[in-house]
């Protein structure tokens, strides 16, 4: 029996403190967590005792650590019923104070007669405890505290379901199992002949309770009981190299050294090194935070500003805001007298200065870098900065030279590449600071930041005008084909009479005939220049709340005529109380007056045409309230090959001859698509041949 305490016991005490490690070594400011790695070092501190009290050879030594052990017993009741509060969400705040001031209590009187008075021969154990007078408060405390826990596990369980339910009934379960278990070393005390059988079960309560832990999302992973167990190794390196060495030593001084004085210092040692393996990392981590709470306070606002800033670039319209918007924001920041930000020209192999701060004063006069100056050649060439405060790269002779030499006309501390795709954009020139303060390698992470920052963005605006030059050029000749295409008919037409002019024209009716033919190819071309014009505009119109039930309204009364004419049923589905639109009341008649007027020409000749407008606002599934307005009609649909490109100019269903109902350049839908662009939204159409057509128009709601 007193084997397969020792046994348990040792177990118990590796496993609670492998637990307990793998919480504190997280670190995290979790309540749960702290909560069950103390209760968990309680039990691994009363393993502890437990284990040495077990190999104990005299009596002496047996009652104290019969005592030593209750020390860590007096706190298991308290911590984990404090770790089940938690756990459950729930309060008991008398509970706890009355656990802790009971425990402290007891711990004052440890190594007093009043908890554990002797030692004695009990069945087949030499050296066994006799309860003191109080000892029996702390069983009544030990019972009502483990029965006090075990009642919310059980009424949290009953409402809990899945993982919650699963996590809940293994603790259940391990506490039923653990707790009575480990109260079966008592009996003993009082002479009642009831084995300590339940020892060992305190592990199996250990393993259920890290199977909870890990599995169940009490913030713990494998990794957590992998690092502690690393740790633990290495404390348990150490210990056994401290025995080691202290053994060595006595026996050279001649004292004796027993195994009890091995084991003891081997645990002492291990628990000593365990403590400064968490303890060292995090005095340090609160001496750095001190450190910079009262010496770096000014830095650290420094560099959250240009954090600040590095965030920023991206958001800036304006090329040369960003450009005066980092100089100031670095020269304020960092206490810099003169600084310089030299940008390489889309065109030009100078680098000009764009923005600067002291520029003029204190040697600063230079207003651009030639490509070839080595300076820049070197910045191309390292992608790195160079520092001229002390602590300087090592640069081939010849390149400081002519670098010193750029520095009288410039007597700069530091410059900084800005780069994009390996090509050196442009220069962040830095004069000495004003304190003639040292650069820190947070300083150097924090302008290599801004300027990959802005050699990001510089680099994307040449993209997008590269981009925006290769759509207006392809715009361009889609209009010029367009126009030949367009203007060929009216002007053939106008050639074909006028060649004739010499031969008839003095017959009255030819020159009736030719005079209509002329007005009607001149207006031909008249509208065919208006209609270019419309869709090439890129002027700037005035935007302010448009109720969209006006808009359509106002259509629906241009259009009532021709929808008379024609017979077209029009109709309009909208919800209640509609938010406005940030727009251009004008532009958005035209969108909806070209998409009724198209739906009216391709019903012409049915009975049944039909057109609906539905107008409704979507805000689940989007980021931003946003207006889905659809115009449909049931025609004869679209062809699907020109199905995708409706929107392009000149892309049109209708004829070109000469009854202006069917007339159709193709301009119109290009026309809705850059209005609706225009005003931040975006347009679609879907269509099937026989069935009809319609238009999905996506526009942002106004919300106040």
């Known amino acids: 029996m007193t084997t397969y305490l020792i046994a348990s016991s040792f177990l118990n005490f590796l496993g609670a403190l492998l637990l307990a490690f793998a919480v504190v070594l997280r670190g995290r400011k979790n309540r749960l967590n702290l909560r069950f790695g103390v209760f968990a070092l309680s039990v691994a501190a009363w393993?502890?005792?437990y284990f040495l009290w077990q190999i104990s050879k005299d009596a002496e030594r047996a009652l104290l650590f019969s005592r030593v052990l209750m020390i860590g017993a007096?706190?298991?009741p308290v911590t984990y019923l404090h770790f089940v509060e938690q756990l459950c969400g729930e309060s008991r705040r008398g509970w706890r104070v009355a656990g802790y001031t009971l425990s402290f209590a007891f711990l004052g009187l440890s190594l007093s007669p009043w908890m554990v008075n002797h030692v004695a021969p009990a069945m087949d154990f030499p050296y066994w405890p006799r309860a003191g007078r109080f000892f029996g408060i702390y069983l009544v405390y030990f019972g009502l505290y483990f029965m006090q826990a075990w009642y919310l596990l059980a009424k949290h369980l009953r409402t809990a379901t899945d993982a919650r339910a699963s996590q809940l009934r293994y603790i259940l379960l391990a506490s039923t199992i653990g707790f009575p278990g480990g109260f079966t070393n008592f009996p003993l005390w009082y002479d009642v002949p009831v084995p300590p059988i339940g020892n060992g079960l305190i592990l199996i309560y250990l393993l259920m309770m890290a199977h909870a832990v890990s599995r169940y999302h009490l913030p713990l992973v494998s990794y957590d009981f992998v690092n502690a167990a690393v740790h633990i190794a290495i404390g348990v390196t150490l210990a056994i190299f401290y025995v080691f060495v202290a053994t060595v030593v006595s026996l050279l001084l001649g004292h004796a050294v027993t195994s009890g004085d091995m084991l003891d210092g081997f645990l002492y040692a291990l628990l000593l090194t365990l403590f400064f393996l968490w303890a060292v990392p995090h005095l340090q981590q609160q001496a750095e935070r001190i450190l910079g709470q009262v010496y770096l306070r000014r830095g650290h606002?420094?560099?959250d500003r240009l954090k600040d800033l590095a965030r920023r670039i991206c958001t800036m319209n304006d090329e040369q805001e960003i450009f005066d918007t980092i100089a100031r924001e670095i020269a304020g920041a960092m206490d810099f007298v003169h600084l310089g930000i030299f940008i390489r020209g889309e065109f030009t192999e100078s680098y000009v200065l764009r923005a600067q701060v002291g520029w003029g004063r204190g040697g600063y006069t230079l207003g651009s870098l030639a490509a070839d100056t080595r300076l820049v050649r070197v910045l191309a060439q390292r992608q790195a900065p160079i520092i001229f405060d002390g602590s300087e790269v090592e640069l081939p002779s010849e390149e400081l030279e002519d670098i010193e030499q750029t520095r009288k006309t410039m007597p700069f501390e530091a410059a900084f590449p800005i780069l994009t795709e390996d090509y050196l954009l442009g220069v962040l020139i830095l004069s000495p600071r004003e304190r003639r303060e040292r650069y820190t390698e947070i300083d150097f992470s924090l302008f290599e930041a801004i300027c990959l920052q802005l050699g990001v963005t510089m680099r994307?605006?040449?993209?997008?005008?590269?981009?925006?030059?290769?759509?207006?050029?392809i715009s361009l000749g889609t209009l010029a084909a367009g126009l030949a295409h367009e203007l060929r008919n009216p002007l053939v037409s106008i050639q074909t009479f006028s060649a004739l002019l010499k031969e008839r024209g003095h017959e009255p009716e030819f020159q009736q005939e030719f005079g209509a033919i002329m007005q009607r190819d001149v207006g031909r071309i008249a509208s065919i220049v208006e209609n270019v014009a419309a869709f090439a505009?890129?002027?700037t119109v005035p935007f302010a709340s448009v109720k969209i039930e006006e808009v359509i309204a106002g259509v629906a009364e241009i259009a009532r005529p021709e929808l008379s004419r024609t017979g077209v049923q029009f109709r309009v589905d909208q919800d209640g109380d509609l938010p406005p639109?940030?727009?251009?009341?004008?532009?958005?008649l035209q969108v909806f007056l070209n998409l009724l007027q198209n739906a009216i020409h391709a019903l012409e000749g049915r009975a049944d045409g039909r057109i609906t407008v539905a107008v409704a606002v979507r805000a689940d599934d989007v980021p931003k309230p946003m207006f889905y307005i659809t115009v449909s009609d049931n025609g004869p649909g679209i062809d699907p090959v020109l199905l995708n490109r409706v929107f392009e100019p000149f892309t049109t269903t209708k004829s070109t001859g000469d009854q202006p109902s069917r007339r159709g350049m193709g301009l119109g839908l290009a026309i809705v698509r850059r209005i609706i662009q225009?005003?931040?939204?975006?347009?679609?159409?879907t269509s099937e041949l026989g069935k009809g057509t319609t238009f999905h128009i996506y526009l942002p709601a106004h919300l106040p």
């Open 537 to 539: 505009e890129n002027s």
């Open 678 to 685: 225009y005003h931040h939204g975006a347009i679609e159409v």
């Open 581 to 588: 639109v940030h727009g251009n009341y004008s532009q958005l």
């Open 301 to 303: 606002r420094h560099w």
């Open 47 to 49: 393993s502890a005792g």
């Open 460 to 473: 994307a605006r040449q993209l997008e005008r590269q981009a925006n030059q290769a759509e207006k050029l």
């Open 74 to 76: 007096y706190f298991l």
